[in-house]
């Protein structure tokens, strides 16, 4: 398949392909005669895949171990729940501290909402954004 229909076929720019390539994320595609990249048949289900994870927030990092574990052949059902699992911990993780920090906000500025649109904001006059 042609850089140009695994584009159509997979929504990607063939500049995402291509980075896909160089990162080792799909398999290197055969040169033609003609010097054309020819990606074998099972690329847009890798395209997808990838662009799965990535939905579910895996960084290319874990994607690409992700992929080499399951390429070897040796990677159990249980392995993969596993890793959905510290994902979802990580997540988890990420929203707590998120809603910390929008507690810290909204406790900072929260005397800004007394004040006029012109007056000088109390917090940052004296610097307690800490």
């Known amino acids: 398949m042609l850089i140009g229909s695994l584009s159509k076929t997979t929504g990607l720019s063939r500049d995402t392909i291509r980075f896909y390539e160089r ?3 799909i ?3 055969v ?3 003609n ?3 020819e990606y074998p ?3 847009p289900r890798h395209l997808r895949f990838i662009k799965q994870l990535q939905a579910r927030g895996f960084t290319l990092s874990e994607i690409r ?6 390429h070897s052949g040796s990677m159990t059902c249980g392995e993969v729940g596993q890793r959905f699992r510290e994902k979802v911990v990580r997540i988890d993780e990420q929203i707590a501290t998120l809603q910390a ?3 810290r906000l909204t406790q900072s500025f929260s005397a800004c909402a007394d004040s006029t649109p012109r007056s000088i904001c109390k917090p940052v006059r004296a610097k307690e954004l800490g």
């Open 41 to 43: 048949e099972d690329t």
């Open 27 to 29: 398999s290197t595609p």
């Open 31 to 33: 040169r033609r005669d």
């Open 101 to 103: 920090e929008r507690e």
């Open 35 to 37: 010097n054309y990249k």
């Open 23 to 25: 990162e080792g994320l």
């Open 65 to 70: 171990s992700f992929l080499s574990d399951s």
